[in-house]
């Protein structure tokens, strides 16, 4: 297990309910605690990947590929972590209360986390395996742009467990994943008017549509978010 999830990991005080009723504290300690650690830990899992993607984009061809194998075993710990999550969903969920957002807006929000988390592994061997020299200058900068949406999804999954509720951070994750579709629509057109080699061309163009379909990932998590904002109401 990386250290983003190690130390994500602990007793479930803490991530204390704030504003949840005591019953429902001690439905979680009897059997669904896991959620309560493996959602802040998917989510360290998401903000960690794109800080390691954008060092890749700006590493050396060679040194590569070790970006990338990391970036792998944080998708494999984020799988352990939404089978865990799963195992515990399909339990006796019932007496959680009708304000706690039900089984399929929790699995659902765990099922965005690892998509997300599946885009940047492949954005990450793309870089990697491609053995492109001549990256567009705008990659660094767009992984950059999704380094700002984990950081939104990570502060929207800490105020959900919390009790304070997503609304804010999940708004900032709309904004900065609007902001990161329009650098993506830049790059390719300044891609397209001043590369003039085809293969670095169609290189770059997939990586920076791989990047543009994780920041959309982005964005379908924060309205993940607000399905779970609204069950509760």
């Known amino acids: 297990m990386t250290p983003a999830v190690g130390n994500n990991c602990g007793s479930l005080d803490e991530f204390p309910l704030y504003g949840w009723e005591l ?3 001690r439905n979680f300690l009897n059997g669904c605690e896991p959620i309560l650690k493996n959602l802040p830990s998917q989510a360290a899992l998401v903000r960690t990947a794109p800080i390691l993607l954008s060092q890749e984009a700006v590493s050396e061809e060679n040194f590569r590929s070790r970006f990338a194998t990391n970036i792998t075993a944080l998708e494999r710990d984020g799988h352990h ?10 339990r006796d969920y019932s007496s959680l209360g009708t304000f706690v957002p039900g ?11 690892d998509d997300i ?3 940047i592994e492949e954005a990450a061997f793309r870089l990697s395996a491609c053995r492109c020299q001549r990256l567009a200058e705008g990659v660094p900068r767009l992984c950059g742009c999704l380094a ?7 502060a929207a ?9 997503p609304t804010s951070a999940s708004s900032a994750i ?8 329009d650098l993506a629509r830049t790059v390719l057109l300044d891609l397209f008017s001043n590369e003039d080699d085809a293969i670095v061309l169609l290189k770059d163009k997939e990586i920076c549509d791989l990047l543009a379909q994780t920041v959309k990932l982005c964005e379908d998590t924060a309205k993940q978010f607000d399905v779970m904002e609204t069950s509760r109401v």
């Open 148 to 154: 700002s949406c984990a950081d939104g999804i990570y």
């Open 117 to 119: 988390l599946e885009a």
């Open 81 to 90: 972590l939404v089978r865990e999550t799963v195992a515990c969903l399909n």
């Open 103 to 113: 089984r399929k807006e929790f699995q659902g929000l765990s099922s965005c986390l």
């Open 157 to 165: 999954v800490n105020e959900m467990v919390q009790g304070t509720g």
């Open 174 to 181: 709309r904004l900065l994943a609007k902001r990161a579709d």
């Open 23 to 25: 019953d429902v504290r």
